[in-house]
């Protein structure tokens, strides 16, 4: 017995020591510096320290609140659909934020308010968002008095993304009295949108429930933005709302995809929110400072919109600013050119001198709204001077050249253009002739737009003195006229993809090409090598060029490579060549790699059309540039070898130099070839041999008819 006894002495002595040793820190350090070592572990590696002991598990949810300031339940995973206890033990007043996704009924059996009731009953009652997607509320008054009047007055930010359930908007504003920001987006399931467009759900009295249901509030005071993503109907639905909200700074309407879907289920009619005018919407809410109208935007860019949530999280409130210069404040415009001239008209011109930031948006999937009298509102003399634009976008809309130019005009300070598939302007010289120079213009995207011919694409580019980005994408246009280069000298990212010559361009190429057969003059290139020349001169002060991109030009070679390669500042290279590099230009493309190992500081190398593979001098060159991190090697599949061939032409040995790279970190071989062997296959396996540290993330394999492997091998350094 007394042995017995000691044994259990000196095991609890044992214990005892053993959790001194292991709490120990958690004793001796302060407590903001203990707190500080358990916030670099993330919720997962929290709930394993809980089983170190029992002196972890009573107070290291003490040390680690701030790692759960933000909690995410997502109900695809199954042990996330439920809470469990040893989350439970880090879960209190503390956690502000709460996103929950993925619970419709169907596919799970934990609903979705059974998991917001296991966080409450935890103790998070001091929740300041929520954040729900892809989830229903079949119960209204359940969610809104077991869910949501709990939280009313800590609740600001409520989001409902994805929602597969017709929601009572007036009792959920009305409940949650102190929210500053709303997101309402419905599903666009076809019986969901029917559901919501007319009705408004009714909270009735529950004789069981000891919560009484809210009433309707006759204002929602501190509601600042609303995004409202859904066909709702403007007089039973949308109405009632704005008319509540006198501080309203942000409205957001349904989005062109919501629209379209609306539409195609025929779901929305004249008195769909589409039709709100400028009178009504400002008397209802007169401090708007963003308004988006319906189908002006698409849904998967609202979250990126960088300008609106720039000034939305801005600390500056800009009404305090602006009451008292401009009667109206709306400096974020989104329309859609379908609402009809009437309904745009004063949203342009009583808010002309404000505005920073204008979108247009016409008809991509509709017939084209021809005639509309753009021109007839820019030429008016009602129309204001666009002082504040610094940003303007056009789709789709019908404009002609003559209301392009008028409307740049009024906007001397603008600093970023988007003009998209404008349905009647081609770029014509003589009327570019007026546009005045946007000495602050420093992005212009092109696409699908249209130059008469090459001087009118000049004239345009010389008007843009302090250009920094350049995007073009399927058009008509060429670089070819520009003889003074003075404006691109400040560019940053030059981009061409997919261009077009016009007609009169056409039938100057075919004569270009029978002088050639002549032995006379060559064919003309899209973007002449002299631009990248003049950029690497040697007196040029403001060359800043880093990144280019030409994709699918005609004339693109060696030449275009070299000179680039002069510039020092380029960083990103990817080009489409109109020539394949093999060993017949070894010669050019080792000037090239050589220029850019004593030129650039290159990191980024993408050359499209190269043999597979380059031989091996070329390799061993690209293997010496000192900064290149990423490399893409993309093969022709017109001129593959025959099977005979391929044998003594393919030895995958020969990019060990790029695999002993070690600032290399990713590589690509688009289009490798394989006889017998896959080259993912016999890759892989030369990386086993000598025992790299390089691995093989992706391959896209595929047969041609002669029976030769082609797959497109990405690896990445572990």
């Given at each position: 017995?007394?042995l ?12 005892n020591?053993?959790n ?5 820190f ?17 919720q ?38 439920r809470m ?5 033990r880090?879960l209190?007043n503390?956690v ?7 619970f419709?009924k169907?596919?799970?059996k ?13 103790g998070?009652?001091k ?6 997607a ?12 077991i ?14 993304r994805?929602?597969y359930?017709?929601?009572a908007?007036l009792?959920?504003l ?23 467009t ?15 249901t ?9 509601l600042?933005y ?15 709302i704005?008319?509540?909200?006198p ?74 600013h ?8 709306l400096k ?5 050119e379908?609402m ?10 009583k808010?002309g ?15 084209p709204?021809r ?21 303007l ?8 050249c003559?209301?392009l ?8 300070m603008?600093?970023t ?13 003589s009327?570019?002739?007026s546009?005045?120079?946007?000495h ?17 694409a ?22 070819r ?10 560019l ?19 004569s ?11 064919i003309?290139?899209f ?10 001169s ?6 800043q ?24 500042t380029i960083?990103?290279?990817?080009v ?22 004593t ?7 993408i ?6 593979l380059?031989p ?29 061939q ?5 030895d995958?040995?020969r ?18 070839i ?14 086993s ?8 993330t ?6 041609n008819?002669?029976?030769l ?10």
């Amino acid at each position: 017995m007394a042995l017995q006894m000691s044994t259990m002495v000196k095991r609890h002595d044992s214990n005892n020591k053993m959790n001194n040793n292991v709490s120990g820190f958690l004793n001796v350090l302060p407590y903001d510096v203990v707190t500080t070592i358990f916030s670099y572990l993330d919720q997962n590696d929290c709930i394993q320290c809980l089983n170190i002991c029992k002196t972890w598990r009573d107070r290291v949810p003490e040390y680690t609140k701030s790692v759960w300031h933000t909690l995410k339940i997502n109900g695809r995973f199954e042990n996330t659909t439920r809470m469990n206890k040893a989350q439970g033990r880090f879960l209190g007043n503390h956690v502000k934020h709460v996103q929950v996704i993925h619970f419709i009924k169907k596919k799970n059996k934990n609903t979705f308010l059974d998991v917001m009731k296991q966080i409450l009953d935890y103790g998070c009652n001091k929740i300041e968002s929520l954040d729900f997607a892809f989830f229903e509320t079949p119960n209204q008054n359940e969610f809104i008095k077991i869910i949501l009047q709990p939280l009313a007055s800590t609740l600001t930010h409520l989001t409902m993304r994805e929602h597969y359930s017709n929601p009572a908007l007036l009792y959920i504003l009305s409940t949650c009295s102190h929210l500053t920001h709303f997101t309402y987006i419905s599903s666009n399931n076809a019986r969901i949108q029917h559901e919501v467009t007319e009705n408004e759900p009714f909270i009735v009295e529950d004789s069981v429930s000891t919560t009484p249901t809210p009433k309707i509030k006759k204002q929602f005071d501190h509601l600042i933005y609303l995004h409202i993503d859904s066909p709702i109907n403007k007089v039973s639905r949308l109405q009632p709302i704005l008319q509540r909200c006198p501080n309203l700074q942000y409205f957001i309407g349904m989005s062109s995809i919501t629209y379209e879907m609306g539409k195609k289920n025929h779901h929305m009619g004249q008195s769909t929110c589409l039709t709100l005018s400028f009178d009504e919407l400002f008397s209802w809410c007169p401090n708007l400072i963003c308004f988006k109208s319906n189908a002006s935007y698409e849904r998967q860019k609202i979250v990126k919109d960088d300008i609106v949530n720039s000034m939305i999280n801005s600390s500056n409130n800009y009404l305090s600013h602006q009451q008292e210069k401009h009667p109206y404040k709306l400096k974020h415009l989104s329309l859609r050119e379908k609402m009809g001239q009437d309904l745009i008209t004063p949203f342009l011109t009583k808010n002309g001198n404000t505005l920073e930031y204008v979108s247009l948006l016409g008809c991509k999937f509709e017939t084209p709204t021809r005639f509309f009298a753009w021109k007839s509102i820019f030429l008016s003399p009602s129309f204001p001077q666009l002082i504040h634009l610094r940003t303007l976008v056009c789709d789709s809309v019908a404009f002609d050249c003559i209301a392009l130019v008028t409307l740049l005009n009024q906007a001397p300070m603008i600093e970023t253009l988007e003009l998209k598939r404008l349905q009647d302007v081609t770029f014509d010289y003589s009327i570019f002739k007026s546009l005045a120079p946007l000495h602050h213009l420093k992005y212009l995207y092109l696409e699908y737009m249209t130059f008469d011919n090459d001087y009118s694409a000049a004239l345009f580019i010389e008007r843009l003195c302090m250009l920094e980005k350049l995007v073009v994408h399927r058009s008509v246009m060429t670089l070819r006229r520009l003889y003074s280069f003075s404006s691109l000298e400040r560019l940053k990212h030059l981009e061409f993809f997919i261009m077009e010559w016009s007609q009169e361009e056409e039938r100057e190429e075919e004569s270009q090409e029978d002088y050639q057969e002549e032995g006379q003059q060559p064919i003309p290139y899209f973007v002449p090598p002299e631009l990248f020349t003049h950029l690497a001169s040697s007196g040029l002060q403001h060359h800043q060029l880093e990144f280019v991109h030409l994709d699918t030009l005609k004339g693109i070679t060696l030449e275009h490579l070299i000179a680039i390669a002069g510039i020092s500042t380029i960083k990103h290279i990817n080009v489409q060549l109109d020539q394949v590099l093999d060993d017949e230009n070894e010669e050019e493309t080792l000037i090239f790699i050589k220029k850019l190992h004593t030129t650039t500081s290159i990191e980024t190398l993408i050359l499209r059309d190269v043999a597979y593979l380059p031989p091996y001098p070329v390799i061993l060159a690209l293997s010496q540039l000192p900064f290149l991190k990423e490399i893409y090697l993309a093969s022709p599949t017109m001129f593959l070898p025959s099977p005979s061939q391929v044998d003594e032409i393919i030895d995958v040995s020969r990019i060990m130099p790029l695999l002993c790279n070690n600032k290399l970190q990713k590589m690509t071989l688009e289009n490798a070839i394989g006889n017998r062997t896959r080259p993912r296959m016999a890759i892989d396996n030369l990386l086993s041999e000598h025992g790299l540290s390089w691995y093989s993330t992706q391959s896209f394999t595929r047969i041609n008819d002669d029976g030769l492997y082609l797959e497109d091998v990405r690896l990445e350094r572990q």
